[in-house]
């Protein structure tokens, strides 16, 4: 699994996976800071969550741009130091206008600095494979790549969990779910005569007098949303480890940190180019499958705002039985450690690494064991905790996906990366028609908000869970495979640019995940509005299927 790799793909992933940990801790828990400071409901958080994503997955085009004239290595070094300054200033509680000022500035220097950092690092590591020894590992060496960075994501959520609790408890107060929305209404006084009845019921839990609600109301507020400034402050300490880690393995890779200009200044023969034919067949193919990015970005990236709002306000906040283990972060980090090691098992050249890759899988099962015994009958769970499902479910299938399609190349079976990335939008779609298949008998958003906003009815968590699996394999198919696609297919003067292109197909997307917000609340029915996205996936495979002879044809060239 890990052989055949050139060593420069662990310190560059490792860098990645720093920064991706602390960009995730941060999206874990943005949505809900902005309805807990600003008092914005679905639809206002929605635009700003989608025009910020938008915003950061646009802006690697510019520094692809600039790292195809300056060096893809300045542009990371740089990216890294504008994220930290944009973490940092997210991090200090503001209030009044100031701190919308502070925070939308904030965002702009996170969106440049992803922008010069994202497209230039992953760039880089396709570079790693374009020496011939390495060149029948790309798919694999991005797979590999793209699980480090789910590394850092999938501890994002708890880490933002554990330091909003932990500053919220300092102030006095736990975390309920529907308090913030009531305290805006009751401050705006729009509150209606239910959710008053709710606020006041809540406000006792939490230590406060009927006639105190006002003092309730705005010291909740304050408190929450300071706790989730400290939460952002993480991605800077995140942010000097990638920068260490970088720095400290340059010598690993300095040989990919080479742009065409760079190389034929340095006198390399070896520097392709193609002709005005093959440049534009490359750069069609490239163009059809950023198409059918769009709307799996769109669907895929709904896990940080219709998925958590539906883990809010549908889902039942405790886990019981075998689910609890999913809200145990360092159970399910040794079971995703477990899986590398089986593989080991059997894969292991010396029948003593076998028997030693044996006994380890067992001691980390005993051990994810006796962290579920260990853990309450009932497990009470907050909304984002579900976004780290995802990542785990990348870092463990991982290398089940690559033992699939290792077997299926042996046997000269093995899908083109454009069928592959056809079957994920299959897969997707799958994913949400099991949202829909859980929302049939629920009340619509605007019904509930309309009644206090507390569902009477509550789903398990299984079903989140079940949807993050399915859009996981999803995921794995479409992402690293697509990363892996650009960097062979892109004409080689093009590299930075078309990586930005990938990501600015990526930003399309995430912006489109408003669209997905305003339905929401509009009144439409719960399971109509996973319906969009069911057909918008099957309609994306269909396109994709269409043209993938022209796709495979573009990819044979390479």
Not at 178 to 194: E, F, K, M, N, V
Not at 383 to 393: A, C, G, L
Not at 448 to 464: E, F, M, R
Request: glycine share 8%; with cysteine.
């Amino acid at each position: 699994m890990f052989k055949g790799h050139p060593k420069g793909l662990y310190a560059l992933a490792l860098a990645n996976t720093g920064e991706r940990f602390g960009y995730y801790t941060m999206l874990a828990i943005f949505v809900l800071f902005l309805q807990a400071k600003f008092g914005f409901d679905e639809a206002q958080a929605g635009g700003i969550y989608g025009a910020f994503l938008g915003v950061v997955y646009f802006m690697p085009l510019i520094g692809g741009i600039l790292a195809d004239r300056f060096g893809y290595g300045k542009m990371v070094r740089a990216g890294i130091v504008v994220m930290f300054l944009g973490y940092l200033l997210l991090a200090v509680p503001m209030m009044g206008a100031t701190a919308k000022v502070t925070m939308f500035s904030a965002l702009a220097l996170i969106a440049i600095g992803t922008g010069l950092f994202k497209g230039n690092l992953q760039v880089m590591v396709g570079n790693l494979y374009d020496e011939a020894k390495y060149s029948p590992f790309r798919d694999n060496g991005f797979s590999l790549f793209y699980m480090a960075i789910n590394i850092g994501s999938m501890f994002a959520p708890m880490t933002a969990t554990k330091v909003t609790d932990l500053f919220l408890g300092k102030a006095g107060f736990t975390y309920v779910p529907q308090i913030p929305s009531l305290a805006h209404q009751y401050l705006d006084g729009t509150i209606s005569a239910d959710a008053l009845q709710s606020f006041e019921k809540l406000a006792i839990e939490q230590g406060y007098a009927i006639d105190n609600l006002t003092a309730f109301a705005n010291n909740y507020i304050e408190s929450l949303s300071t706790a989730y400034n400290y939460g952002f402050g993480v991605a800077c300490i995140s942010l000097v480890l990638s920068m260490a880690i970088y720095l400290c393995c340059r010598s690993w890779f300095k040989h990919a940190d080479v742009n065409t200009k760079q190389a034929k200044a340095m006198g390399d023969t070896n520097v392709v180019e193609l002709t005005p034919e093959q440049t534009r067949s490359r750069m069609t193919a490239l163009f059809m499958v950023f198409a059918v990015v769009i709307f799996f970005w769109m669907s895929f990236q709904q896990s940080g705002l219709c998925l958590t709002f539906f883990a809010r306000d549908y889902t039942a906040n405790t886990a019981t039985g075998f689910s609890r283990i999913g809200f145990n972060i360092w159970a399910l980090t040794l079971v995703a450690i477990s899986v590398y090691t089986l593989f080991s098992t059997f894969q292991a050249e010396t029948r003593k690494n076998k028997i030693v890759s044996g006994i380890i899988t067992l001691l980390l099962w005993g051990g994810a064991a006796a962290l579920y015994l260990g853990m309450p009958e009932v497990v009470n769970i907050l909304p984002q905790e579900f976004q780290q499902f995802n990542p785990f479910f990348v870092v463990a299938l991982t290398p089940v996906s690559m033992a699939v399609f290792g077997a299926l190349a042996n046997r000269g079976k093995e899908p083109s990366s454009p069928k592959k990335i056809g079957l994920g939008m299959i897969v997707a779609a799958l994913g949400f028609t099991i949202m829909a298949m859980a929302s049939v008998h629920l009340l619509s958003p605007a019904e509930l908000k309309a009644t206090g906003g507390v569902s009477s009815i509550l789903v398990s968590p299984n079903w989140l869970i079940s949807t993050y699996l399915v859009l996981t394999f999803a995921e794995l198919l479409l992402s690293p495979i697509g990363i892996s696609f650009v960097t062979k297919v892109a004409p080689p003067k093009y590299k930075g640019m078309m990586m930005g292109c990938w990501f600015c197909v990526t930003a399309i997307g995430n912006y489109l995940t408003s669209v997905i917000a305003k339905i929401w609340g509009a009144g439409m029915q719960l399971w109509m509005v996973w319906g969009v996205l069911v057909v918008l996936c099957l309609v994306s495979a269909i396109f994709i299927f269409a043209i993938m002879k022209k796709l495979e044809a573009a990819t044979k060239e390479c």
